[in-house]
């Protein structure tokens, strides 16, 4: 067998001439027989019809061959009209008759000859049985007009100096460039410009008829003016430019007829050609063009694939990908099947977009737009779902099918990919990053229940700021938040870092708060060098190394700050470890974190241990003030932060003392209805590809008649939230349909981490009813339940027990995300949410928009004087180019609104941060790396005030619990002036509450009072707002006015009619929802009738300051380090150290999450 292999002959490598003569005679000597499939052209016609037509090498020689004559031939006559002597008779003897040299008559007979029976041959060849619609072309009377002449004069030699119009094989020369083109795109198999092809034969065209008149007048000339060559070409150009100096005019009338002729053809063919060349330059802004090769091999660009493009998505991208200044000098190729918006293309013909950003109207399905947009050569691709498709599903279908192609296509380009739904993550998990849209949204919005305002913390974190925003008001808030927001995540090696070198060998704890004390950076994270793995908190056993990635958070990278020292340090540190107290005054540092033009000035300062002072004051919790070095007069000291762990010190009951207490005694009041709960992997995952995460689980599945919430079963009768006596309030999520992405909203709320008795009941409350599915994977979580419903419902609301709850999470709906007018997606779930503001002012409402610029109508008051300012101040944020011009919105600064679209910008940051979407994961729950911690949320309570400033907490909480702050959510009173709301007394208010009737019932037990997250409206030191025309506020005018008119039976009815008629629109609401809840069958005496949120802001503050003052009813974020990270340590020093802890503090001041 490889005897025969050896002899098989190479295939020849084109077809040659000696194979049109001889045949292929390759096979003659051979044994083998011979086969032909395709006879008929064997024959001699059809191999002359392949040699000189269908092959297109040869066909293409052909061509350049005949193109090549032609032009010989204009060019001989070019040089026998200069040869010419015009004077050569009178009348019309210089018209038809020239003096031709002998030897250019030679030349030009041979050229003619040759011409004649290459136009017969392909005539012959191109036979199809109508020989008239060969001979009546035009190509073939020209061809036959320049070449007739000459082969007759060789027989006639008198008419050797007879005029022929060889000048006219121009547009036989043009018309073999067009074709010679086509054969040359044919033969190298590569698509040809249309657009070039039609510029092309414009310039051809344009050539032709200048060279035309040019020779047809000088020659007509001859029997008038004698006008040159190149007189005659001055005025060819200056008639058809139709400027006519005049200078130069034809004198005879043949020469005049002609200038008519070709005037009339220029005014007709002319026009055709710039039309279709106008029509070809609007198809080629519509599809884009190609992106050069040779720009792509020297310049560096990134490739965005989108299914529809608009334009808040193109200007998030483009503001976030230029943020960073190494990518200032990438080109953005957008690959894009649709055509162009209007407002895209006049955002693109902006001279900061226009020489930057290329659009390409194409497929990414096409390999030959894949090649149009140069992916091989791209730094990245992204690819992004379209959110706004009714079908979420199909959407997802068509970005797996994009990553696809863009992988089969270009190997070796990154890929950044967005998905919609969860289960679709998995086809696409070989690409670089990918962000799940629905496991990101879920589990911030669940994180909002529990740690305020975690939405607008990450939000803030994956924009790009220079934490210039708000720097000109006149608002204090507004300078503080908005240069708080310039925190960024940024990553450095510990051993090249001026900021954590010196703390090598040291506690991550130590480094962390040495770190912030010194520099103002909070430490987050690492990365060992032999693990990929990111560490939030490791706690303090983890020795840090100078190979070690650390992560933090600061204004601005180090590479782009400056380091000021205000002063040095008067002496070394001694005996740091064994020493409690600092020396001399105490003093913090103050930190300069000016951001502008990408650096940062820091003063560093001091940074030696001083004593604090010392004041009397009651401890709780963590915070809790020591005793065992206390005075009445002088407050003891902070522990200092070890540089090495100590287990005597450590404390690690601490991290667990919550749980294992929980699980081992239950509460008191609690009593015998008690469920012990377990600690496991969750059994049944809804989809492919989510992380397992320890959690709280039921011993026993729960039936799936036992998850209904307004319906009983066999198994209990509980009909309504009030039945069953929660203790804790409820989270009501509000969802079209139980998606695979609404289980990420109850893992990180059941997470092992969370204390048992702080887990909310979670309440479900969906359009449609799930399926077994979803039931199966959520049965076996304690305290979840769902029901039919929606929120623009009365009745759904009150049965799910909306007055015991504590939020309320409105997730946006699938079937309105698209609208025919843009924005307005959005119109229905505003709505809603506005109604249920006002039903329910006590309630915390989540909400989530399509479109960020939509949350302006969040808890819209028209009237409110300081809701315009923020508009004004938005806009002239927007007008500086701040990429967060919407961040002094009260309702996302407070958490209270969310889009999804604001984390696009994490997928973004991922091409120069490409740890942003781990970090991001773990701090939202969905990834649990053993050894790093979560992310949860610590209240500053009154007796928590003697530490004073931000600092000195972060000292504390690292040396008592290990634990890192990263930023502070802060609640204050505000007054808003508006002219239906006048601020009144405290005694006025308990005047009004002390009025019996149905206006006058207070719920005091309810949650609402109670909980003070969200609200100091219960704090007796606020002034709550009322509305003058109150009934509360008329019942009161009302008895004084009965008293001074002593009493009158007529007169108390007639104020008693007034104070009907003049009743507020909050007491309307109020006697409806309770009437509705009479006709459900629910008890009234839960409804909360306080005062709505409109006499406080809420803002975040992303590692703020170490001077900065604590406040009342802050709360502080914490990323605390994994529980379980250390277990396998020694369960006896862990019993021993725990019962130092809390023999050194009160019972009641245990290590606990105070939310």
Not at 438 to 451: D, G
Not at 973 to 995: G, L
Not at 1127 to 1146: G, H, I, T
């Amino acid at each position: 067998m490889s005897d025969l292999d050896s002899e098989v002959l190479p295939l020849p490598p084109r077809y040659r001439f000696r194979d049109l003569l001889l045949g292929d005679q390759s096979f003659q000597n051979d044994d083998r027989v011979q086969v032909e499939f395709y006879v008929n052209e064997n024959t001699f016609k059809e191999r002359l019809k392949l040699f000189f037509i269908k092959n297109q090498r040869s066909s293409l020689r052909i061509r350049l061959f005949n193109f090549s004559l032609k032009l010989l031939t204009c060019l001989l006559y070019i040089v026998r009209v200069l040869l010419d002597d015009p004077a050569l008779g009178i009348g019309w003897a210089p018209i038809l008759w020239v003096e031709r040299k002998v030897a250019l008559w030679a030349i030009q007979v041979i050229v003619a000859i040759i011409s004649f029976l290459e136009t017969m041959l392909l005539i012959y060849l191109s036979y199809k049985g109508n020989i008239w619609e060969q001979i009546f072309r035009v190509s073939f009377i020209l061809e036959m007009i320049n070449t007739l002449p000459f082969i007759i004069t060789i027989f006639w030699p008198p008419l050797r100096n007879l005029f022929i119009p060889v000048f006219l094989n121009c547009w036989l020369a043009k018309h073999a460039l067009e074709n010679m083109i086509n054969d040359f795109h044919r033969a190298i198999l590569r698509s040809q410009s249309a657009m070039f092809n039609q510029v092309l034969i414009l310039f051809c065209t344009l050539l032709c008829l200048v060279f035309t008149g040019t020779c047809g007048i000088q020659h007509l000339e001859r029997a008038g003016d004698n006008l040159s060559l190149l007189t005659s070409f001055y005025f060819c150009i200056v008639t058809f430019s139709t400027v006519g100096y005049g200078d130069v005019t034809p004198k005879i009338w043949p020469s005049q007829l002609l200038v008519v002729i070709m005037i009339c053809v220029a005014l007709v063919v002319l026009p055709l050609q710039f039309e279709e060349l106008v029509y070809l330059w609007m198809e080629r802004q519509k599809s884009g063009g190609n992106y050069s090769r040779h720009r792509a091999q020297t310049e560096k660009h990134v490739i965005l694939c989108v299914s529809s493009l608009k334009i808040d998505l193109l200007m998030d991208f483009l503001n976030e990908f230029y943020a960073h200044p190494r990518l200032q000098d990438y080109y953005v190729v957008i690959l894009c099947p649709t055509e162009m918006d209007i407002q895209v293309r006049r955002v693109l013909q902006i001279p900061l977009w226009s020489q930057r950003v290329i659009y390409l109207q194409g497929s990414a399905l096409k390999d030959q737009d894949l090649m149009r947009a140069k992916m091989d050569n791209g730094e990245a691709c992204f690819i992004l779902s379209s959110r706004n498709e009714v079908d979420r599903t199909a959407a997802d279908h068509q970005t797996i099918l994009r990553a696809w192609a863009v992988k089969d296509f270009a190997p070796n380009c990154p890929l950044y990919v967005q998905i919609l739904k969860p289960e679709n993550k998995f086809h696409v998990k070989f690409a670089e990053h990918v962000v799940c849209e629905e496991e990101c949204k879920y589990a911030m919005l669940a994180l909002n229940c529990i740690c305020p305002a975690t939405s607008t913390l990450i939000t803030l974190l994956v924009h790009t700021s220079r934490g210039q925003e708000g720097q000109d008001s006149p608002e204090q808030w507004q300078r503080m938040y908005g240069r708080c927001s310039g925190n960024e995540v940024y990553h450095v090696r510990m051993g090249d870092s001026k900021f954590f070198r010196e703390y090598e060998g040291k506690s991550f704890t130590y480094a962390a708060f040495h770190a912030h004390k010194k520099y103002g950076v909070c430490l987050i994270g690492l990365k060992r060098e032999d693990n990929k793995s990111i560490l939030l908190n490791p706690g303090p056993r983890h020795i840090l190394a100078a190979s070690d990635t650390c992560f933090y958070i600061n204004i601005t990278k180090e590479e782009n700050s400056a380091f000021i020292f205000k002063q040095e340090e008067k002496q070394k540190r001694k005996g740091f470890a064994g020493q409690g107290l600092y020396e001399g005054s105490s003093r913090l540092p103050v930190h300069s974190i000016i951001a502008s033009m990408g650096t940062v000035a820091m003063d560093l300062q001091n940074t030696e241990c001083r004593p604090t002072p010392s004041g009397g004051g009651g401890g709780g919790s963590k915070l809790a003030l020591p005793t065992e070095n206390g005075s009445g007069s002088r407050r003891p000291s902070i522990a200092p932060v070890l540089e090495v762990a100590d287990s005597s010190t450590l404390l690690p009951c601490d991290l667990l003392s919550d749980q294992s207490e929980d699980e081992m005694t239950p509460s008191e009041d609690e009593g015998l209805s008690v469920v012990e709960y377990v600690k496991g992997y969750p059994p049944n995952s809804p989809y492919i590809g989510s992380s397992p995460t320890l959690c709280h689980l039921l011993p026993v599945k729960a039936p799936f008649c036992c998850l209904r919430l307004d319906k009983g079963c066999k198994h209990n009768s509980y009909e309504d939230a009030k039945a069953y006596g929660f203790k804790n309030k409820l989270i009501i999520v509000s969802a079209e349909t139980a998606g695979n992405g609404l289980y990420n909203f109850i893992v990180p709320l059941r997470a092992y981490y969370r204390p048992r008795r702080e887990l909310n009941p979670i309440v479900l409350l969906l359009d449609n009813k799930p399926d077994h599915h979803f039931l199966e994977a959520i049965c076996c979580f304690p305290m979840v339940y769902y029901m039919e419903g929606s929120v623009d419902n009365l009745d759904s609301l009150l049965q799910c027990g909306v007055i015991y709850a504590d939020n309320l999470v409105v997730a946006d709906k699938e079937s309105t995300m698209s609208a025919e007018e843009d924005y307005m997606a959005d119109a229905k779930t505003i709505v809603n949410v506005q109604t249920m503001f006002r039903l329910f002012p006590s309630l915390s409402i989540t909400t989530e928009l399509t479109h960020p610029s939509n949350m302006r109508f969040m808890q819209f008051r028209a009237k409110d004087s300081y809701s315009l300012a923020l508009s004004k101040l938005e806009k002239r944020e927007r007008e500086n180019g701040s990429n967060l011009a919407f961040m002094f919105r009260l309702p996302f600064a407070a958490g209270r609104v969310f889009s999804i679209s604001m984390l696009d910008t994490l997928l973004y940051q991922s091409f120069v941060k490409d740890y942003m979407i781990p970090i991001t994961r773990l701090l939202l729950g969905l990834d649990t790396t053993p050894g790093s911690g979560y992310l949860c949320a610590m209240k500053i309570s009154e007796d928590d005030l003697w530490i004073r400033t931000y600092g000195r907490l972060f000292q504390k909480l690292c040396s008592s619990s290990a634990e890192i702050p990263i930023g502070i959510y802060r609640t204050q009173s505000h007054v808003f002036s508006t002219e239906s709301q006048v601020s009144v007394s405290v005694e006025d208010c308990e005047d009004t509450r002390e009025t019996k009737g149905p206006w006058g019932m207070r719920a005091g037990t309810g949650g609402g009072s109670t909980h003070g997250r969200h609200t100091v409206g219960s704090d007796p030191a606020e002034y709550p707002l009322l509305r003058r025309k109150s009934l509360p506020w008329a019942r009161r005018l009302s008895r004084k006015g009965s008293r001074h008119a002593g009493k009158a039976a007529a007169e108390w009815i007639s104020q008693q009619r007034l104070s009907l008629y003049r009743r507020s629109e909050r007491q309307e609401l109020s006697e409806l929802v309770k009437n509705r809840m009479k006709h459900l069958g629910l008890p009234t005496t839960g409804y909360d009738e306080m005062n709505d949120h409109q006499n406080t802001l809420s803002y975040v503050l992303i590692n703020p300051p170490p001077d900065t003052r604590l406040e009342p009813n802050d709360i502080v974020y914490l990323i605390r380090s994994d529980p379980l990270a250390h277990v396998a340590s020694s369960s006896q020093s862990r019993k021993s150290s725990c019962s130092n802890k809390l023999a050194s503090c009160n019972p009641e001041t245990r290590d606990e999450t105070q939310l």
